[in-house]
């Protein structure tokens, strides 16, 4: 998810990212039930299904799970890493939401957990099991007993695991719980590859990767045990860079899904072009199991196989070598794509084609230049017996608004739940809006895609604030500049700025905006810039990660001059 919040690959400057407005709504056929709404909420659906907004603003909402009376619970965040400068919750930052009028939007709030103004940040995993609701809080989950009739816990959470890594590229630890008990939790990778310097061009990845005692698996532990303490003897199955949700179907089968490395063609430009870069590799969908090894750091996912890294001896994916016998998957999607979240549909109000099959929520991609971002979408992947049963259809689309990019997407999916009546809730993290998706067609329909949502073109062919022609700065000329934004917008050098950064400049979550006035790294000046880029970022002040010198990206020094050169205009708008 790919990191959720990836590490910035370009220049950073100070400022504070802006959220963008909600999605447009989208068109849609008049209401077929109290609890649609005539506009889907924003989101395009498949015939027969429609949406409402069941709630909104409530924070950086990441997974959801929903108890037997129908009572919503949202785990919500607030890293200071990932959102500087974001306002924090009132309250606690689980919310529990009720719709006690039955017309598709909540009625009922209420927060309770860890509180911001006692150092709380939230987290993303959450789970209900045996009469209590789990969440992840920091470096820890924690049980929180629930009394029926009773939608909100009275005391403080106990501490079932603790100790759960939180450093580098993948601090997240979505989990699930099954029938009896056994706790899975995910603790993602710390780096891209296991390669030191991380994300560097030609850094080779260390071989064994400590990294993996710790990191790069799911980690097995028990729900009705208080104390546990997180320790590399847990490691339950391994080779998986960053899960970014875990799900059961009802015979009991694992499903769980994989942010893939990034960087491939911007590492490594003798083995990979551009077009390799933006298609490897493969997202997953995967079914884990005890002893499992799906092969990172040393293997990724090609859409056939898993082939040899180039950061451990690969020749461009042609070589599998020791990447032969990893564990196989269940299905393949577009790259760097961002798989947030999966859940089975265990419930009987969609047509029978949906029976046991997985939704997947995709959280966009950073790193897909030269083509357009994409992704900020939710997929349903048919199965059958635990296996694909057909090829995946994009269900639910819309969600982005006009820009399918980390910093300008109005929405981005992030969790997935199916409640007792079966309808779905989609969770958003940009502004924490709360879908419900119902459906009220035939119940033999087909899997039919929805149609796919119309966004605006990233790529600007002047300023991107007035669309007119940029102004050089001093020492510059307009060749420089129209070559730092080819830099810029990933079409030439393998450039990855306007992933972090923004088609606007003005940031995301992965790397802060450039637009000025005041800058974290410099003075703002052509050759201050200049210096940042050529130099790198070690330890970020305001943003998610560090970025490597030149952006990762094989710039000499005229290149260096033509970003800094473009860079500089986006602070510097035409009169």
């Given at each position: ?314 020749d461009g994916g042609k070589t599998q070598g020791r990447c032969a016998g990893k564990t196989p998957i269940v299905a393949a999607y577009p790259a760097h794509w961002a798989p947030n979240d999966v ?233």
């Amino acid at each position: 998810m790919k990191k959720f919040l990836l590490a910035a690959a370009c220049t950073a400057a100070l400022g504070f990212a802006l959220f963008a407005p909600r999605a447009p709504l989208a068109a849609a056929a008049e209401p077929a039930s109290a609890d649609c709404a005539p506009d889907n909420g924003g989101l395009s659906l498949p015939p027969g299904f429609c949406a409402t907004v069941f709630a909104d603003n409530l924070g950086h909402a990441r997974h959801l799970t929903v108890s037997a009376d129908g009572t919503v619970y949202v785990n919500t965040w607030n890293y200071p890493d990932y959102f500087p400068g974001a306002p924090v919750p009132a309250g606690g930052y689980i919310v529990a939401l009720k719709d006690r009028d039955g017309d598709g939007m909540a009625d009922m709030t209420e927060r309770f957990g860890s509180n911001p103004r006692k150092g709380g940040q939230g987290g993303t995993g959450i789970a209900l099991w045996n009469g209590a609701l789990y969440a992840e809080e920091g470096d820890s989950i924690l049980r929180f007993p629930l009394t029926p009739g009773t939608a909100v816990p009275g005391g403080a959470g106990e501490v079932v695991v603790s100790g759960l890594v939180m450093k580098g590229d993948h601090p997240m630890h979505p989990f699930a719980i099954a029938k009896d008990g056994l706790l899975l939790v995910n603790s993602g990778s710390a780096s891209n590859t296991c390669e030191s310097p991380n994300r560097q061009p030609g850094a080779k990845g260390a071989d064994p990767c400590i990294e993996q005692q710790t990191r790069g698996g799911i980690w097995a532990y028990r729900a009705d045990k208080t104390g546990q303490v997180f320790s590399p003897a847990d490691r339950w199955a391994t080779g998986i860079r960053n899960t970014g949700g875990i799900a059961f179907d009802s015979a009991g089968r694992v499903f769980a899904t994989q942010h893939g490395r990034d960087q491939l063609s911007q590492n490594w430009p003798a083995l990979y072009n551009g077009e390799q870069g933006v298609e490897l590799p493969s997202e997953i969908l995967f079914s884990p199991f005890k002893g499992a090894d799906f092969g990172w750091p040393t293997c990724y996912y090609d859409g056939q196989r898993h082939v040899l890294a180039p950061e451990y001896g690969g020749d461009g994916g042609k070589t599998q070598g020791r990447c032969a016998g990893k564990t196989p998957i269940v299905a393949a999607y577009p790259a760097h794509w961002a798989p947030n979240d999966v859940a089975i549909y265990t419930a009987r109000r969609f047509p029978a084609a949906y029976a046991e099959g997985a939704f997947i929520a995709f959280h966009g991609s950073w790193n897909r230049a030269p083509a357009p971002q994409d992704g900020y979408l939710v997929a349903f992947q048919p199965l059958k017996d635990g296996k694909a049963a057909g090829t995946w259809i994009r269900f639910a689309d819309g969600f982005a608004g006009d820009y399918r990019e980390p910093g300008r997407a109005a929405h981005r999916p992030a969790g997935l739940a199916v409640g007792p009546d079966g309808a779905l809730y989609i969770a958003d993290d940009v502004r924490g809006t709360i879908w419900r998706v119902t459906y009220h067609g035939a119940p033999d329909a087909a899997l039919t895609a929805a149609p796919r949502a119309a966004v605006k073109s990233a790529l600007t062919t002047g300023d991107p604030f007035s669309g007119k022609p940029p102004v050089p700065p001093p020492s510059a000329t307009e060749a420089d500049v129209a070559l730092g934004q080819r830099i810029y917008f990933g079409e030439a050098k393998g450039g990855t700025c306007v992933g972090c950064h923004g088609s606007d400049g003005r940031g995301s979550s992965a790397g802060g905006p450039l637009i000025g006035p005041a800058y974290q790294w410099s003075d703002g000046s052509l050759d201050g810039l200049a210096a940042t880029i050529r130099a790198g970022v070690a330890k970020p002040k305001k943003a998610s990660g560090g970025m490597p010198a030149m952006g990762g990206a094989p710039l000499d020094e005229a290149d260096v001059r033509a970003v800094a050169a473009y860079v500089w205009t986006l602070g510097h708008r035409p009169g």
